[in-house]
């Protein structure tokens, strides 16, 4: 089982960004996704997750309005595409798969090894 993201890079305030998460060895199509963060210095943050046929979608507040995430079940792949990019959304990008929730929090159980963006002037 694999998941690969890419797309990250450094980009100015201002600018967007869209990242990819390719997946293989498992039926992508059955289970509900998410993107998750992890800042220099800080604990992981939850992005966005979308559920098995992208119907319904959801963003942590300070993303909301610039961020949105997609899904391709027939490539297998996942994206967040990134506008208006503000340097405290520089971070490792993580797609992660859903296995549950705890209280309010999702569960995952497989994660990618994540890709950088760097967003400076």
């Known amino acids: 089982l694999q998941l690969v993201e890419s797309g990250g890079d450094v980009v100015q305030p201002g600018g967007s960004l869209r990242l990819s998460c390719a997946t293989s060895?498992?039926?992508?199509?059955?289970?509900?996704m998410s993107w998750v963060r992890q800042a220099p210095g800080k604990g992981p943050e939850w992005v966005s997750s979308?559920?098995?046929?992208?119907?319904?979608?959801y963003y942590t507040d300070s993303v909301k309005g610039r961020f949105t995430i997609s899904r391709d079940n027939a490539k297998n792949t996942l994206y967040l595409q990134m506008n208006s990019l503000k340097p405290e959304d520089t971070a490792l990008y993580s797609c992660a798969r859903i296995s549950g929730t705890a209280g309010t929090q999702y569960t995952y159980d497989y994660w990618g090894q994540g890709t950088q963006v760097t967003v400076s002037s």
């Open positions: 979308i559920t098995t046929a992208g119907r319904h979608t």
């Open positions: 060895g498992f039926t992508f199509s059955s289970y509900d």
